[in-house]
C-alpha cells in the first residue's frame, strides 16, 4: 500500500519565529515515520521554507493558491512559475474559502489546476459540500462536478493531481464527517477519476475536514483515504507530529 500524504494548510497564521520554531519541531519529530509530509504557507513565507527545508527530504512545501494567469497586469496575484523558483511542490487551489470569499468557479479552479502542472507543481484540488447542500442530498452532485471541470482541463496528465475532499460544514466548526460519510465521498470520487484515466489509482485523495489528533487513525483507516489536509492542527507541532504518526501506523495497518 502507498504511504499517505498529510499536508498541513498554515491559513493566514505565522510568523518568522514561529515559523522556525513549528517546522524544526516537526522535522525533529518525521524521523523514522512512513509518510508524505508537506506544509502550505502563505506565499511571503515561501523563501523561509525554501532555506529551512531545502536541505532534507522528509518534508516539502506548497502554497495556499496560484493564479489562473501566467503573468501580466494582474496585481497581487503570484503565478505558477513564480512558485517554482521557490521549491514548490505542492499547491492547493479550490479550497473553500477561496470559493467563498473570492468567487471562485469550478473553470477557475481547472485552470489554476493546468498552470500548476505546466510549472512542475502538484495541485491539490480542493472539492466540496455545504450544509445546506448536504442536507439536500447533493453531496456526490457538488463534489462530481467541480471535480469534473478539473477533469476536463486536464485529463492529458490527470494522475498527477492531488484530490481533497473537505466537506465545508467540517471546516473550522468543529465537526467531523464520520469515517463512513468520508470514505462514501472518496470512493464516489475514486470511481470518477476512474472513469478518467487508467492511472487513476496514483492519485491521492485527502480528508480535509477538521482531521486532528484524535479522529486521524480511524479516518485513515478508511480504504479510499489517502491522507488528510490539515488545517488548525498542522500549527501545533504535537497535533501535526501526531497525525503525521497516525498515518506512518495506517500504512502498516493494511
Not at 175 to 182: C, D, G, K, S, W
Amino acid at each position: 500500500m502507498k504511504q499517505k500524504l498529510i499536508v498541513g494548510n498554515w491559513k493566514m497564521n505565522g510568523s518568522l519565529a514561529a515559523n522556525q520554531a513549528l517546522l524544526r519541531g516537526v522535522l525533529d519529530g518525521l524521523e523514522g515515520l512512513r509518510v508524505n509530509a508537506a506544509v502550505c504557507a502563505p506565499a511571503v513565507y515561501l523563501p523561509q521554507l525554501q532555506t529551512i527545508l531545502k536541505d532534507q527530504g522528509v518534508l516539502a512545501w506548497g502554497a495556499q493558491d496560484v493564479s489562473m494567469h501566467e503573468e501580466g497586469a494582474f496585481t497581487g496575484e503570484i503565478s505558477a512559475e513564480m512558485l517554482r523558483e521557490f521549491g514548490v511542490r505542492y499547491a492547493i487551489v479550490g479550497h473553500s474559502e477561496r470559493r467563498h470569499y473570492h468567487a471562485e468557479q469550478d473553470l477557475h479552479v481547472a485552470l489554476k489546476a493546468q498552470l500548476a502542472l505546466k510549472a512542475g507543481i502538484t495541485p491539490i484540488v480542493c472539492v466540496g459540500e455545504t450544509q445546506l447542500e448536504r442536507r439536500a442530498g447533493l453531496t456526490e452532485e457538488v463534489v462530481k462536478r467541480q471535480l469534473a471541470a478539473v477533469i476536463r482541463t486536464n485529463g492529458h496528465c490527470l494522475s498527477e493531481i492531488v484530490v481533497a475532499y473537505e466537506p465545508i460544514w467540517a471546516i473550522g466548526s468543529g465537526l467531523t464527517a464520520t469515517p463512513a460519510q468520508a470514505q462514501q465521498v472518496h470512493a464516489v470520487l475514486r470511481q470518477q477519476l476512474k472513469a478518467a484515466t487508467a492511472q487513476a489509482d496514483r492519485i491521492a485523495i485527502v480528508y480535509g475536514g477538521s482531521m486532528n489528533a484524535t479522529n486521524a487513525l480511524t479516518l485513515l483507516n478508511q480504504p479510499d483515504i489517502d491522507g488528510g489536509l490539515i488545517g488548525g492542527a498542522a500549527l501545533k507541532v504535537s497535533d501535526f507530529l501526531a497525525i503525521l504518526a497516525a498515518a506512518s501506523q495506517s500504512v502498516t495497518a493494511h
